[in-house]
T-cell receptor, first 112, second 113 residues
Framework: GNSVTQMEGPVTLSEEAFLTINCTYT??????LFWYVQYPGEGLQLLLK?????DKGSNKGFEATYRKETTSFHLEKGSVQVSDSAVYFC???????????FGTGTSLTVIP | DAGITQSPRYKITETGRQVTLMCHQT?????MFWYRQDLGHGLRLIYY???????DKGEVPDGYVVSRSKTENFPLTLESATRSQTSVYFC????????????FGPGTRLTVT
């Protein structure tokens, strides 16, 4: 079946620290992979995506590389800001299931 | 440029009552989705719709009913609310399927007492 596993939170970092949020997946076929971000009181917004192996998605200083050999799509940012505080969701879209599958979310708090 | 809106934003209801959550999008997107968000589960798909008058079940459809008579509206009805349906509900829309970006509404926080 299809599923996404992401690291447990919450994660607390100081401003300018390096961020990694781990995400691994199980999927049939060749899924597309996504990171969504949810700011307090809002719906989810697409942060970045990758549609095939070795693709790198990037946006707002965040990056993630689609690694088929390790079935991973880890989210990274070199220097986090207070404004990055949010909940981050890893997700996959499977053509065989024809729907999105979301991870449980990782809460990030960045302190000044 | 309202995008996608949900109403109400907050709702408290009693067990056994019927409640309808509304979702409206202004982009004429073909696809619309209902998710519930619960701690420890992330988002789970309840129902989705590929076009007006076409709906299909997602991962957790039991206890919910949807309809889509117009492209822009996709209401979700809990016919007889239960405490286990206490959750935050998100509506989303997408122009196409196949992994295209979904645009999410702000959510409805529903409490069933």
């Amino acid at each position: 079946g299809n599923s996404v596993t992401q690291m447990e939170g919450p994660v607390t970092l100081s401003e300018e620290a390096f961020l990694t949020i781990n995400c691994t997946y199980t999927a049939t076929g060749y899924p597309s992979l996504f990171w969504y971000v949810q700011y307090p009181g809002e719906g989810l917004q697409l942060l970045l995506k990758a549609t095939k192996a070795d693709d790198k998605g990037s946006n707002k200083g965040f990056e993630a590389t689609y690694r088929k050999e390790t079935t991973s799509f880890h989210l990274e940012k070199g220097s986090v800001q207070v404004s990055d505080s949010a909940v981050y969701f890893c997700a996959l879209f499977s053509n065989t299931g024809n729907q999105f599958y979301f991870g449980t979310g990782t809460s990030l708090t960045v302190i000044p | 440029d309202a995008g996608i809106t949900q109403s109400p934003r907050y709702k408290i209801t009693e067990t056994g009552r019927q409640v309808t959550l509304m979702c409206h999008q202004t982009w004429s997107h073909s696809y619309m989705f209902w998710y519930r968000q619960d701690l420890g589960h992330g988002l789970r798909l309840i129902y989705y719709s590929a076009a007006a008058d076409i709906t299909d079940k997602g991962e957790v459809p039991d206890g919910y009913v949807v309809s889509r008579s117009k492209t822009e509206n996709f209401p979700l009805t809990l016919e007889s609310a239960t405490r286990s349906q206490t959750s935050v509900y998100f509506c989303a829309s997408s122009a196409r399927t196949g992994g295209y970006e979904q645009y999410f509404g702000p959510g409805t926080r529903l409490t069933v007492t």
